[in-house]
């Protein structure tokens, strides 16, 4: 019974394998012939996809040639670097514009789009340009900055936002799209862009630029005209001198490395003094800075003038060392501003008399025990820099002594 059972089922397969053998020999002497349909571009008139030609990326600003006359430094903002190395050099393996502040202040790189485009300058609608950042120790920092486009014509202002912010995205792409009809250019009208540095995380930083391109609305590259020179509004860029007016002359100026930025009511630097009892806060102000005749200098962006805020911490017997919750403050104002309100000067006679109101408050005859210098090498313990009504930029501060 069993072996009536397994016969049928024997029989199926043999069946099977005769039928495969079949159809392996007729496709023996076939070829194979892919199906797959072609991709072909072609335009419609309407209803369904359009396939188009990708925008073209012919005619971009390269600086193969070494050329870059239709370029101009801007060194009248308030951080701009008067003193700037600007040429071309071999970077990432380009041809890039390399712009090195040699004064510790930030560059500003205006291009001229009008000249470069003459009447098409109408028809852009984006600015890209690759930016690269280096610095003098090898390592990588991150860098930030700030594309202007002075628009339309009255040239109205345009920030848009560039960055380098990783190693492996070095250089990166930086790119100005203009989305508003307030923002696209006039024929003209001395319209340009401008590429900042705002923010350099390491110390030092060296901007490149490559790779220009003006674009249209549809993506594609308005060609530049590179043998031009740039023709910007008069006097554009040019360094603005400091005005001293209402100031004294200083000598042996140090710069203390102060900037910051603060709210009102607040400060935009606080340094702790190398005699300051905070046992957690490194002091790097060393009060013996202070003597006879010395000037502190400040520059700086507000709508009031800077003050210097100063602190002396009183300490407890029961807990020697470690600082009150209470501290005595004394405010100075500063003895000159000039006409321009961006420099402000404190002189020592009112820095002095400021930390002794403060000393005096606990010690009885104060005068016959410390001289003036003597005070602030004992008593101050906290500089801090700020503004009362007014946010305020701190952009820098010297110290040195009263011609």
Known sequence: MKLKRVLPFIFAVFIALIVTACNTDSDAGSTEVDTTPETTAETTDGGGDATVDAPSRQGGIDFADGNYSFVHLDKSQPKSAIDVDLSVVDAFGKSMLCAESLDGGFVYVAIDASSLLGDNITEVRAMEATVGVTHPDGN?????????????????????????????????????????????????????????????????????????????????????????????????????????????????????????????????????????????????????IFVQDTVVTVWYISDDAPEFIFQKVKTTTDMPGQPEMREWWAKVEPRGVNDSGNIAQFHFDDIVASVKALAERDIDGLEELYTDEEIFTEFLHVLNIGATFSEMELLKCTIGVAE
């Open 140 to 288: 990588f920092y991150a860098m930030s900055g700030t594309i202007l486009g002075y628009c339309g014509a009255d040239r109205s202002e345009v920030k848009q936002a560039w960055s380098v912010y990783l190693d492996y995205k070095n250089p990166n792409t930086a790119r100005f799209e203009m989305t508003k009809e307030h923002e696209y250019m006039v024929a003209g009208a001395q319209n340009f862009f401008v590429i900042s540095v705002d923010v350099d995380n390491g110390s030092g930083g060296v901007l490149y630029i490559t790779d220009i391109y003006f674009l249209d609305a549809s993506g594609n590259v308005i060609p530049a005209d590179t043998s031009v020179s740039f023709d910007g509004p008069e006097g554009y860029g040019e360094a603005i001198e400091d005005d001293w007016s209402n100031l004294v002359g200083v000598a042996n100026e140090i710069d203390m490395g102060y900037t910051g930025t603060c709210a009102a009511w607040g400060q935009a630097y606080r340094d702790y003094t190398t005699i300051n009892p905070f046992e957690d806060e490194v002091g790097e102000l060393d009060p013996a």
